[in-house]
Antibody, heavy 125, light 110 residues
Framework: QLQLQESGPGLVKPSGTLSLTCSVS??????????WAWIRQPPGKGLEWIGTIYHSGNTFYNPSLKSRVTIYAYTSRNEFSLKLSSVTAADTAKYYC?????????????????WGQGTTVNVSS | QSLLTQSPSASGTPGQTVTISCSGS????????VNWYQQLPGTAPKLLIYNNNQRPSGVPDRFSGSKSGTSASLAISGLQSEDEADYYC???????????FGGGTRLTVL
């Protein structure tokens, strides 16, 4: 059973870079059946898609964050990561990694079926 | 900001049927399927409905989804206290190239 677990610093200084890792267990990150995503949720607010990485290595990012975001996959470690640069207080949120089923042509209609428990990141000096 | 519109709150008494609505545009809900997520207090979101009206394994059939045009609905019948949660709709955004979420609806079981 696929499981995801986020990790990383809980506190980042303004103008710094937020770096998080999502460890994948129960299957290989190389498995073409999945795609991988980062989602965030500011305190008391709704969900915001950050970006997605596919088996091909292709990445897509939310335009509102695109200039500051990079998502990598580390196949040897079976994990993928998120880097968000030039952070401000507005980036304070709970960050989730998630995966979706990529086996269907219309994969995007099948949602994100597996989520990590999330990790809280505060941006503060 | 959320590109899908949901009412901020909904409520019902045990046993009732509650409906939560979600409104989007032609480039998301109008073209692609709607998924619904349930977020219990202090937990990660959980996929509740996918492809407009399909339930993942383990989701009770009290939960049902539907879509018409650029709007979608989640119905919860036989409301139970454990259904008290935040519910989010989502649909693929053709322009965004990623999922677009609604602002969420907080369901209170009275």
């Amino acid at each position: 059973q696929l499981q995801l677990q986020e990790s990383g610093p809980g506190l980042v200084k303004p103008s710094g870079t937020l770096s998080l890792t999502c460890s994948v267990s129960g299957d290989s990150i190389n498995n073409r059946s999945y795609y991988w995503a980062w989602i965030r949720q500011p305190p008391g607010k709704g969900l915001e898609w950050i970006g997605t990485i596919y088996h091909s290595g292709n990445t897509f990012y939310n335009p509102s964050l695109k200039s500051r975001v990079t998502i990598y996959a580390y196949t040897s470690r079976n994990e993928f990561s998120l880097k968000l640069s030039s952070v401000t207080a507005a980036d304070t949120a709970k960050y989730y990694c998630a995966s979706g089923d990529y086996t269907n042509y219309y994969y995007y209609n099948y949602g994100l079926g597996v989520w990590g428990q999330g990790t809280t990141v505060n941006v503060s000096s | 900001q959320s590109l899908l519109t949901q009412s901020p709150s909904a409520s019902g008494t045990p046993g009732q049927t509650v409906t939560i609505s979600c409104s989007g545009s032609i480039s998301n809900v109008g073209t692609n399927a709607v998924n619904w997520y349930q977020q219990l207090p202090g937990t990660a979101p959980k996929l509740l409905i996918y492809n407009n009206n399909q339930r993942p394994s383990g989701v009770p059939d009290r939960f049902s989804g539907s879509k018409s045009g650029t709007s979608a609905s989640l119905a919860i019948s036989g409301l139970q206290s454990e259904d008290e949660a935040d519910y989010y709709c989502a649909a693929w955004g053709d322009i965004l190239k990623g999922p677009v979420f609604g602002g969420g609806t907080r369901l209170t079981v009275l």
